[in-house]
């Protein structure tokens, strides 16, 4: 008889699918509401999305206790900034904040995917993109999750942004208005549910403009 070693993982991967999508003066930050561990849907209704300021908003796939975590540390330390300096962070300094925090746990990191959204200080929207130790661009749009190898190619297609490298620099923003970005990543989520399991249930969608934060909802397959 072969023996069988017991294996034990501090991480779980609970699946889903985040997109941000960024334009000229809104941003567009969607996820889905499925937790999972592998073939067992744990919930239908998981909200992966957070508000960490007036004009930024964090959505995370991965390990959602490591999520949870982190988004506990990220609430405290914008606490902490708002006492010391008596204003809200901007998004690029959160941006800042998050990566820092997950390089600083970079030898047992967060296993979490994060993507970043919201307003600078222009008024312009702002994605940012990270890995799980917290190395992180500012992009036009990205999704992170079970079904980005899914939808990114075709954000790729649609939105194509200019490269870094060329100079005079471009803008990272998307030429789409508001409700073009939106039904556009209504139709990503449709077309990702059809093909990975781990995403599905339900759509949370949350618009940054001018006029504050608006939060929409879209039903997806369930099964």
Request: glycine share 8%; proline share 4%; aromatic share 10%.
């Amino acid at each position: 008889m072969t023996k069988q070693q017991a294996n034990w993982s501090p991480y779980d991967n609970n699946g889903g699918t985040c997109v941000a999508v960024a334009g000229a003066d809104y941003c567009v930050i969607a996820a889905d509401t499925r937790m999972s561990t592998g073939y067992n849907i744990l919930t239908r209704d998981y909200s992966k999305i957070i508000k960490l300021a007036d004009k930024c908003v964090l959505a995370s796939s991965g390990f959602q206790a490591d999520v949870r975590a982190l988004q506990k540390v990220l609430a405290a330390r914008h606490l902490i900034y708002q006492h010391q300096h008596n204003k809200q962070m901007s998004c690029p300094a959160m941006g800042q904040l998050l990566s820092n925090t997950l390089y600083y746990k970079r030898f047992f990191p967060y296993y979490a995917f994060n993507v970043l959204g919201g307003l600078d200080n222009e008024g312009k929207g702002c994605v940012f993109t990270y890995d799980a130790v917290g190395s992180y661009e500012r992009v036009g749009y990205s999704s992170q999750g079970s079904g980005s190898t899914l939808i990114m190619p075709f954000l790729d297609n649609q939105l194509k942004s200019p490269s870094p490298l060329l100079l005079p620099a471009k803008d990272a923003v998307t030429p789409l208005s508001e409700s073009e970005a939106i039904d556009l990543v209504k139709t990503c989520f449709a077309s990702a549910t059809e093909r990975d399991i781990y995403t599905g249930d339900k759509l949370e969608i949350v618009i940054l403009n001018a006029d504050g934060v608006r939060r929409e909802e879209m039903d997806l397959r369930r099964d």
